[in-house]
């Protein structure tokens, strides 16, 4: 089995920027990210497993927005 792990503290930063930006460009929300953990594991049938330790925080008008649009 594969793994990838991002526990530095920089290379969460530069993800969490990254992130956020794709969220306001596909999404048109505003929003903090706060990226704790990234792992991701390749099993021997090929099949990837992402797990995302990931905080947003977003005025309440943003939820309220995408909530709108889910509804």
Do not use: H, W
Not at 5 to 16: N, T
Not at 36 to 61: M, T
């Amino acid at each position: 089995m594969d793994e990838m792990r991002i526990r530095s503290a920089f290379l969460r930063g530069v993800a969490s920027k990254l992130i956020k930006k794709l969220i306001n460009r596909k999404l048109g929300y505003d929003v903090t990210v706060k990226l704790n953990g990234f792992d991701v594991s390749i099993g021997e049938d090929g099949d990837a497993k992402v797990r995302l330790n990931l905080e947003l925080d977003c005025p309440k008008e943003e939820v309220k927005k995408f909530f709108a649009q889910v509804i």
